[in-house]
């Protein structure tokens, strides 16, 4: 069972339209973190939220953090072929001070067409 | 620009083989981890260390795979015997973990391949 869904798996989107992604989980995370990883590369962290409710803006990209802190959405505006890539959430759990750990989604391929 | 350096960046081997990993973490950061990325599976943590000390290996398959970190410039995954299953692109990430804050530097990655 993965902790973390992300939907959809596959997007292929014209450039110039908005998109949204999804990260969903029953668990309850102290934190979470987007990751953008292209081919060939590491995933590399874009942004991380902890607080519900949360809304963090990254240039053209949009990031909010669920209320119940389960959830998060990554909502890119006029999008761009170099938005192309896998995006990761990544989800932190309360589990004391020995938390280091974080619990990776599938990711959301993202093909931007020029 | 400090970075995640890994070696090999690419490993082709037969089943059976010892494969060894190598991964030089940023200067500085206290706590490394390494994971493993299939299309299947996703991104899956084998284990980490905090200040060399390994933490958590449960997610490593415990009669083939070790981890150690010899000193504070070097971590090694090792594979001994290798199994065609094994075959992924494995991923070191470093961090300067403290408090709520825990980003993630990732390498390159090494692709491994075992015929």
């Known amino acids: 069972t993965q902790l973390l869904e992300q939907s959809p798996q596959f997007l292929s989107i014209q450039e110039g339209e908005n998109l949204t992604v999804y990260c969903n989980s029953s668990s309850v995370f102290s934190s979470l973190q987007w990751y953008r990883q292209e081919p060939g590369e590491g995933p590399v962290l874009l942004v991380t939220v902890v607080t519900g409710g949360e809304v963090k803006k990254l240039k053209r990209l949009t990031f909010q953090f669920g209320d119940a802190r389960k959830d998060s959405s990554l909502h890119i505006t006029a999008a761009q072929p170099g938005d192309t890539g896998l995006y990761l959430c990544?989800?932190?759990?309360?589990?004391?001070?020995?938390?280091?750990?974080?619990?990776f989604g599938k990711g959301t391929k993202l093909s931007v067409i020029p | 620009d400090a970075r995640v350096t890994q070696t090999p960046r690419d490993k082709v081997t037969e089943m059976g083989q010892e494969v060894t990993m190598r991964c030089q973490p940023i200067l500085g950061h206290n706590t490394v981890f390494w994971y493993r990325q299939t299309m299947m599976q996703g991104l899956e943590l084998l284990a980490y260390?905090?200040?060399?000390?390994?933490?958590?290996d449960s997610g490593m398959p415990k009669d083939r795979f070790s981890a150690e970190m010899p000193d504070a410039t070097l971590a090694t995954l090792k594979i001994q015997p290798s199994e065609p299953r094994d075959s992924a692109v494995y991923f070191c990430a470093s961090g300067l973990v403290a408090g709520m804050y825990n980003e993630q530097f990732f390498g390159p990655g090494t692709r491994l391949t075992v015929l």
């Open positions: 990544a989800g932190r759990k309360y589990s004391g001070a020995g938390s280091y750990q974080l619990t």
């Open positions: 260390f905090r200040n060399r000390a390994p933490l958590d």
